[in-house]
C-alpha cells in the first residue's frame, strides 16, 4: 500500500473539546451579558487566537477585552479537563493505531497554540503517533487562509495533492482546499452547507468510518 499522508487537525476531530470551548464561552457570554454568541462562536471555530480576537473586537468593539475573554475561557476547559480527563473523539486511538501500523505519515495542524497541542498529545498519550506537529502560533495567518496546512505538507516533506486533511469546520475546510489538499470532513458542531460540499474530498460521520474507508482501499 502506497504510504499516504494525513494531517489532522485536533479539537473536534481527535479530541471532544470543541464543544467544551463553546460551552465556556457560552458561559462567560452570559456573566459578561454579551447577548446571543452563537453566530460568532460558529464564525471563530478553526481559527486561532490572533484572528479569534480580531472577530471579538469586530463584534464588540475595539476596547472589549478580548484576550481576557479568552483567557478565562481557557481557565474554565482546563478545569474541566482537570476534572474529568481530556475527551476523546470517538475512533481517536483506532485510526491512529492503524495509520501507524500501516506505515502512513501522520500529523496533526491545529489553531491552537503548539503548546496546547503537545500537552494535549501527551496527556492523552498520543504524542507518539504524530510525525508532524503544527500549531496555530506557527503561522501568521490562521485558518480559513491555507498557511496552517502549506506549513504541515511542508514538515512531512509532500506535496499538499498527495495529503489528505481531516476537519470538522468549515474554516478548516476552506484551508486544506486552498492548500491544495484533500479535504476530509467528519462534522463536530456544524454540519457543511453547499458551499463547503463542494470543497470536500470525502465526508464520514466518524473516524470510524473513515478508518474502514482506509481499509476497504476507497480513501
Known amino acids: 500500500m502506497k504510504n499516504r499522508t494525513v494531517i489532522f487537525d485536533m479539537d473536534g476531530v481527535l479530541f471532544d473539546t470543541e464543544v467544551m470551548s463553546s460551552k465556556a464561552w ?35 468593539g475595539q476596547e472589549f477585552d478580548a484576550d481576557k475573554f479568552l483567557k478565562r475561557g481557557h481557565e474554565i476547559v482546563q478545569g474541566w479537563i482537570e476534572a474529568d480527563g481530556l475527551p476523546l473523539m470517538k475512533g481517536t486511538k483506532e485510526i491512529l ?31 507518539a503517533y504524530f510525525d508532524v506537529v503544527i500549531g496555530g502560533d506557527q503561522v501568521r495567518l490562521s485558518k480559513p487562509r491555507p498557511d496552517i496546512y502549506l506549513k504541515a505538507c511542508k514538515a512531512a516533506q509532500v506535496l499538499p495533492a498527495e495529503a ?18 484533500k479535504p476530509v470532513m467528519i462534522p463536530d458542531l456544524i454540519e457543511p452547507d453547499e458551499e463547503i460540499m463542494t470543497l ?6 466518524s473516524l470510524h468510518e473513515m478508518k474502514k474507508a482506509f481499509e476497504e482501499g476507497m480513501l
Not at 97 to 126: F, P
Not at 164 to 181: C, Q
Open 26 to 60: 457560552f458561559q462567560l457570554a452570559e456573566e459578561w451579558n454579551l447577548g446571543d454568541i452563537t453566530e460568532l462562536t460558529d464564525l471563530c471555530i478553526g481559527r486561532n487566537r490572533t484572528d479569534i480576537i480580531l472577530q471579538f473586537k469586530d463584534r464588540f
Open 97 to 127: 493505531q492503524y495509520l501507524k501500523e500501516e506505515g502512513h505519515t501522520i500529523g496533526v495542524a491545529s489553531s491552537s497554540s503548539t503548546k496546547t497541542v503537545i500537552s494535549h498529545m501527551k496527556r492523552s498519550g498520543l504524542f
Open 164 to 181: 489528505i486533511a481531516v476537519e470538522d469546520s468549515p474554516n478548516g475546510i476552506r484551508a486544506a482546499y486552498a492548500a491544495g489538499m
Open 200 to 205: 470536500l474530498y470525502r465526508k464520514y460521520d
